[in-house]
C-alpha cells in the first residue's frame, strides 16, 4: 500500500470539484440545484428522491400529470445544465443504488442506474472481476455515465456503448422498457442525457481483474501519436498522457503512462481495494498550481520525479482504475472567487498536431488557467447516435480554473469558442457533457447528427417530458 502513496502526487486528475453543490430551498419558491462547476444554478420546482423503480414510476407520471418537464440527475458532475430544468422536477437516483446479480461464468452485472462505479468496483472485487470502461474517476454514477456515453482509459475498450448488455428504462409514458443491444432506441439512450427517459438498471459485460504492470515515461507532445502507434494501440492497455502546463514546458513535455498485463502474481497488498490517501497535501499541491506560474512549475516537478518512483508498480485493474491512483477527494474545490472546469475535445488521429499547436496557442493567448490537459485514445465507433469518435480519435481533456465574474466567464466561453473551431478543423468535436458555451452554428457542425436525435426524442416523447436546460440551450433550437 506504501509504494501506491507514491503515484499520488500524479493522480490523473481532471480538475473539477467533485462534492455536488447543496440543493438549497429558493426564496422565490422550489429549490435552487447546481452542478459541480457551480457556474450553472438552476431553480427547479423540487427535486424528488427515488431509491426504487416505483418511486421513478410515480415522479414521471406525477410530472405528465402536472404538464412539467422532469429530468434525472446522478452526481451532477456533468457542468452544462444537463440535469436541471428551470421551474421543472428533478430526480435524484442517487439511492436507487443496489447491485444486483454478479454472473461470473458470463462476466455480467446487474446494477441500478444510482449506483456509484465505486459501488460496482466494492461488489466485484471480491469476485476477481473489474469493469471495462470507466471515466478517470469512479465517483460517478452508472446510469449518469451511461446517458453521457462515457469513455476512460482503456485503449481497446474505450467507450462504454459496447459493455452494455440490457438497460431498464422508465420511458415518458411511465412504462418500465427493458432495451437490449440491437433494439432501435439503446443508440438514443445511451449518449442520450437522459432525453429519452430514466435508466433505472443496466446490465454491463465486466472483465477479470487482471494485475497489471506500470509503465510512466516522458516524451514530447508531438511524439505521443508515433509511440502510441508502435507501442500501445491494439492491445488492451490502459493509456493515459498528461501535457505539462507549466510555462517551462508548456504544451511540450508530457508525461505518458501505461498499465499492462502483469506476468507477475499479485501480493496480499494488491489484492487489497484502495482508498484515497493524502487529499490535504495533494489539495495544497493543487492548490499552489491554481494560483501561479511557480506552483505549476513546483506541481509538475513532482509529478515527473513521481515518474522513475513509480515504476515496476504493479496493482490489480480495480485498483488502477480507483483512488489512490485515480484520486477524487483532493479536487474538491469551492472558493466563492473561481471554479475548476473541464472541456474535453476529441481529435482524429491525424489531426493530432494541428489540435495540439492550436490549444496551445489558444491557451496561451488567452492566458488560459489550466491546471491539466490529459490525452487518451478512443477507439472509432458509431454506436450511439451521439458518438464523439467516429475515427480512430485522441481526446484532450482540458481542465482550467476560471474567474467567477462576468469578465471571467465571457473569456472561458470564448476560449472554449476558439478551442471547438480548431477541434472542427482537425475534423473533430467537443464532448456535450461539459459547459454549454459553444455557439449554436459550432455544435450544428460539430453534431451533424443532432436533427435526427431530436426527431427521434420528438416520436418516442412527443410532449417533450424529459427536458433539460442543456436540451432547451443546446439541442433544441
Ligand atoms: C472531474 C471530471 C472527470 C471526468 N472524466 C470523464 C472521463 O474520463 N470520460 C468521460 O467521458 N467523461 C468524463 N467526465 C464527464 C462525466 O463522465 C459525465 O458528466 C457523467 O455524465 C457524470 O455522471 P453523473 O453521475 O455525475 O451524471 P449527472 O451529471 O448527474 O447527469 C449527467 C446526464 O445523465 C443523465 N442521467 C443521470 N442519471 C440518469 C438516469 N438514471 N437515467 C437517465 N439519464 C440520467 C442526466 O439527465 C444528465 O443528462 C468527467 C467529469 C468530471 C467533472
Redesign the pocket.
Known amino acids: 500500500m506504501r509504494r501506491r502513496t507514491l503515484l499520488q502526487g500524479m493522480g ?7 462534492s ?1 453543490t447543496p440543493t438549497t430551498r429558493s426564496q422565490t419558491g422550489g429549490v435552487v440545484v447546481d ?3 457551480r457556474l450553472n444554478e438552476c431553480r427547479v420546482r423540487r427535486v424528488v428522491s427515488c431509491s426504487c423503480v416505483d418511486d ?1 414510476v410515480a415522479a414521471v407520471l406525477q410530472a405528465r400529470r402536472e404538464g412539467v418537464p422532469v ?9 452544462g445544465g ?2 436541471s430544468i428551470d421551474d421543472g422536477v428533478v ?1 435524484d ?2 439511492p ?1 443504488n443496489k447491485i444486483g446479480v454478479i454472473d461470473e461464468i458470463a462476466r455480467t452485472v446487474t446494477v441500478q ?2 449506483a ?1 462505479w465505486d459501488d460496482v468496483q466494492r461488489a466485484l472485487h471480491p469476485r476477481g472481476l473489474a469493469l471495462r470502461t ?4 469512479n ?15 482503456d485503449v481497446n475498450d474505450s ?2 456503448f459496447s459493455t452494455v448488455r440490457s438497460l431498464t ?2 420511458d415518458a409514458l411511465g412504462q418500465v422498457r427493458v432495451l437490449a443491444p440491437g433494439d432501435p432506441l439503446l443508440p438514443f ?1 445511451v449518449g ?9 438498471e443496466a446490465t454491463l459485460s465486466v472483465t477479470t481483474n487482471s494485475l497489471m504492470q506500470h509503465r510512466a515515461r516522458i516524451l514530447r507532445a508531438v511524439d505521443v501519436p508515433a509511440v502510441f502507434a508502435q507501442e500501445i494501440a491494439g492491445t488492451n492497455a490502459l493509456f493515459s498522457a498528461r501535457v505539462c502546463p507549466a510555462p517551462s514546458s508548456f504544451f511540450d513535455e508530457t508525461i505518458v503512462e501505461t498499465w499492462t498485463a502483469a506476468n507477475d502474481t499479485a501480493d496480499a497488498s494488491a489484492l487489497e481495494l484502495g482508498r484515497e490517501e493524502n487529499v490535504q497535501r495533494d489539495r495544497l499541491i493543487l492548490d499552489a498550481s491554481r494560483r501561479s506560474p511557480a506552483g505549476k512549475e513546483t506541481r509538475w516537478a513532482i509529478q515527473r520525479q513521481n515518474v522513475s518512483s513509480s515504476s515496476s508498480l504493479s496493482l490489480t485493474r480495480n485498483n488502477v482504475m480507483r483512488p489512490p491512483v485515480a484520486p ?1 477527494a483532493f ?1 474538491v474545490h469551492d472558493a466563492d472567487s473561481d471554479s ?3 472541456q ?1 475535445y476529441f481529435v482524429p488521429v491525424a489531426g493530432y498536431s494541428m489540435f495540439l499547436a492550436a490549444a496551445a496557442k489558444i491557451s496561451l493567448a488567452d492566458k488560459t488557467n489550466i491546471l491539466e490537459v ?1 490525452i ?1 485514445f478512443v477507439k472509432a465507433n458509431d454506436d450511439a447516435v451521439l458518438s ?1 469518435a467516429l475515427v480512430d480519435s485522441f ?1 484532450f ?1 482540458i ?1 482550467s480554473n476560471v474567474q467567477r465574474t462576468t469578465a471571467g466567464l465571457a473569456l472561458a466561453q470564448r476560449t472554449t469558442q476558439r478551442l471547438v473551431d480548431a477541434v472542427i478543423a482537425a475534423g473533430g468535436r467537443h ?1 456535450l ?2 459547459q454549454t458555451w459553444a455557439r449554436a452554428d459550432q455544435v450544428a457542425r460539430a453534431w451533424p447528427r443532432l436533427p435526427e436525435f431530436l426527431a427521434a426524442k420528438k416520436a418516442a416523447d412527443p410532449g417533450l417530458l ?1 427536458q ?1 436546460r ?1 436540451f432547451r440551450n443546446c439541442i433544441n433550437l
Open positions: 490523473a486528475i481532471a480538475a473539477a470539484t467533485l455536488c452542478d459541480v462547476s421513478v429530468i434525472a440527475s446522478g452526481r451532477r458532475c456533468s457542468q444537463q440535469s430526480l437516483l442517487t436507487l442506474g444510482g456509484s470507466m471515466q478517470s474517476s465517483v460517478f454514477t452508472v446510469a449518469g455515465s451511461l446517458a453521457a456515453c462515457i469513455h476512460g482509459d467507450v462504454i428504462l422508465v439512450v442520450g442525457y437522459g432525453l429519452f427517459g430514466v435508466v433505472v477524487a479536487l475548476d472546469i473541464v474535453e490529459k487518451r464523439f481526446s481533456m481542465s464532448h457533457t461539459y424529459f433539460s442543456f
